[in-house]
């Protein structure tokens, strides 16, 4: 198995050889003290992965960008993941006629996540790492917050409360066993990017996903 650490230096030559706006998109990494201090006051260990993941980047960038009165309303009634707005912090990309709007969380944010879920009565520690959003559905990425197990869930979140998010539901969703899995095939994802070639996608996506290419 090939660890998380050994491929985020790939991730970065690899985005800034093919998809280099969302390269110039991604913030600065903490410092290992960063990480312990953001994460002192809760109960469980920040898992290896994690620390890993932070220090190469932490997230797509914090900032909210300028919202509209709708997007405002957005914010206020979805509260957590209705704060992290603007085309600065998502990644768009085009799998066949779906549009992807994916999210690379800063720490900080990332740690409002888990305290949303905890006050909604999860009574798993989960830490929202990436969202992924068709316009129909809501994916999030979570990680399992155990230093043994740090199991990463891509759970269908569309209108489920936190006090559902149990073990049993968690069973049926797509996972990965080790973040490093989920990177692996994001790499792929970025080695098969097509540009698109209609000026009217230009400013609307990143990148498009041949599907065809994908399969094999």
Known sequence: MT?????????????KQTLPKIA????????HTNI???????SWVLPQDAYNLYQWHD???GTPGKLNLAQKLIRFKEKWHGQLSGRE???HWLLGDRLIIAKFLPLDYALAGHRHLKLGKCAIDLLPIFILNDGKQTMYCMMRLDATQPIVYC????????IRVT???LATQPQFSRLSDAFA??????????????????????????REQLAQ
Do not use: H, M, W
């Not at 312990?36 to 809760?42: P, S, V």
């Not at 759970?155 to 936190?162: E, H, I, Q, S, V």
């Open 59 to 61: 997230g797509l960038s």
């Open 167 to 169: 073990e049993s539901f």
């Open 36 to 42: 312990q201090e953001k994460t002192a006051a809760y």
């Open 155 to 162: 759970a269908n979140g569309t209108n489920l409360p936190p």
């Open 89 to 91: 912090n998502e990644i």
């Open 185 to 210: 095939l994001l790499i792929t994802y970025c080695q098969q990017a097509v540009t698109p070639n209609l000026d009217n996608l230009t400013d609307a996506i990143d990148f498009e996903i041949d």
């Open 3 to 15: 660890e998380l650490i050994e491929l985020l230096p790939l991730v970065d030559t690899v985005l």
């Open 24 to 31: 110039s998109r991604l913030q600065p990494g903490l410092t």
